[in-house]
């Protein structure tokens, strides 16, 4: 089956649209009658609007919560709405049994308990005893084994409206990690440990469903492509990036059935994401690299990497429904100081590219023959994240940085070299694999949100 023309692979967005990340949120406003007047009404006002700002689209329980069963209509009216995670919001003093039926209807989704200090008016200190419920519920919900966000803060205060953003974001990401489908083609290249995993495991601990099959499958699909496919294939190749001189037409009608196998097969399989296995059997037997159509087929919405390693991909997954851009990975090659240096093979989506996109015939090796992207990224703030299977758990190796103009390694790979914000003795000390996820922009803050909402460890760089 083809992909209909002019429609999507799945999530078709383009190269620079950003996704939505915010996602749905619920909001319930608890709070004793005996306290409820004016300023309390217009604190939960004030918070709902500070929700709103951030993108999200926020479901609010009917009514504000302040006994038992009041408690049960609310945590099951917002059950019914497909939420990402909940907002429990303190709006006065509260009676913990009020909170606690919210509490076990909604329990099953990321929370956020947030709690208001003190504040001026009129000229003197006023409480609506927000404070005190914040300190009682919260230590109710750690001695019952209950993780939450927690905020402490004016809707106006910065730092509340940061948290408050991460934790929409990564709930969202949260969610949508175990509604993820990726495709696997082959398995681990060249016996690369690290990037081998655990599919039940990952499946019910992180989230993403892991669809298997072989390279011949995809490289029947290719050879079964008629002249007239495989040059409209080539002419998509050709405004993706500039095929410079050397490039044989057969390796680009070769490259070109390789694309449209893989962009069929997202379509037909739902693939969120997907990850090929080129070395040994593109690389040597059937003599082209996938490295292109990886990197356009990213550029068009799929998460999309090689060599087989499943914890990158689902590592490039987290950045990409974190920041809703067009993310990559690159192989930890070398560092000098505190600058570290990566580099794929020769992929490379081409909207993170710095000036010329040029595709070239594979550097010279006796165990590489095809076509290959030959540019830099571009030189500016960059997240890496890696995420790490161990022995009956996971974590994430996280850090940012600040990308530096780059050379071509070697004369003819993609790379980019990073200023680390973190220490490099750190990262060599913490090191799990060579392959790290790539995206632009600091989303340190969201992937440590997510990472406690799903109960598993971090290492900053």
């Not at 997907?274 to 159509?293: D, G, H, L, M, T």
Request: aromatic share 8%; with cysteine.
């Amino acid at each position: 089956m083809s992909v209909p023309p002019g429609s999507s692979i799945r999530i078709l967005i383009g190269a620079g649209t950003m996704k939505n990340t915010m996602g749905k949120i619920g909001i319930v406003n608890l709070c004793h009658k005996d306290y409820l007047d004016e300023t309390v009404e217009i604190l939960f006002q004030n918070a709902v609007d500070t929700v709103r700002q951030t993108g999200v689209e926020l479901v609010l329980a009917p009514e504000y919560v302040w006994d038992f069963k009041d408690g049960i209509k609310a945590g099951v009216a917002l059950c019914g709405q497909d939420l990402d995670g909940v907002i429990l919001f303190l709006g006065s003093w509260i009676e913990c049994s009020a909170a606690m039926a919210v509490l076990r209807e909604v329990e099953h989704l990321p929370l956020l308990l947030w709690g208001v200090p003190m504040f001026e008016a009129k000229g003197q200190m006023c409480s609506t005893g927000s404070y005190v419920s914040f300190a009682m519920f919260k230590g109710s919900m750690t001695r019952a084994g209950y993780v939450s966000e927690d905020v402490l803060g004016l809707p106006e205060d910065s730092q509340a409206q940061e948290k408050i953003t991460d934790f929409c974001c990564a709930a969202r990401a949260k969610k949508l990690l175990k509604r993820q489908k990726i495709g696997l083609i082959g398995y681990s290249s060249m016996n690369i440990y690290p990037g081998t995993f655990d599919h039940l495991f990952l499946r019910t601990k992180i989230g993403p469903e892991v669809e298997q099959m072989d390279a011949y499958t995809v490289i029947g699909r290719a050879q079964d492509y008629g002249r007239e496919a495989l040059l409209d294939g080539a002419a998509k190749i050709g405004k993706a990036g500039e095929i410079c001189t050397g490039v044989s037409e057969k390796a680009l009608l070769k490259t070109a059935g390789i694309y449209l196998a893989l962009r069929e097969l997202c379509y037909e399989r739902q693939w969120d994401a997907f990850n090929i296995k080129c070395q040994y059997e593109f690389s040597k037997e059937y003599r082209a690299v996938p490295c292109v159509p990886v990197g356009m087929l990213a550029d068009e919405g799929v998460v999309a990497s090689c060599e087989g390693d499943m914890l990158c991909t689902v590592s490039m997954m987290m950045l990409s429904l974190l920041s809703g851009q067009v993310v990559t990975y690159g192989d930890a090659i070398n560092h000098t100081g505190n600058v570290l240096k990566i580099s794929s093979c020769g992929m490379l989506p081409f909207s993170m590219g710095f000036g010329q996109r040029h595709i070239r015939k594979f550097m010279p090796h006796d165990g590489f023959h095809g076509i290959q992207a030959s540019f830099v990224m571009r030189p500016e703030k960059v997240t890496l994240l890696r995420l790490v299977e161990d022995c009956g758990s996971y974590h994430l190796l996280y850090g940012t940085g600040m990308g530096q103009l780059t050379q071509l390694r070697q004369g003819y790979m993609p790379a980019l070299d990073i200023l680390l914000d973190g220490s490099m003795e750190n990262l060599i000390r913490h090191y799990a694999g060579q392959h790290f996820a790539v995206c632009y922009g600091d989303y340190a803050g969201k992937l440590e949100t997510l990472a406690a909402m799903m109960g598993i460890g971090t290492v900053k760089i």
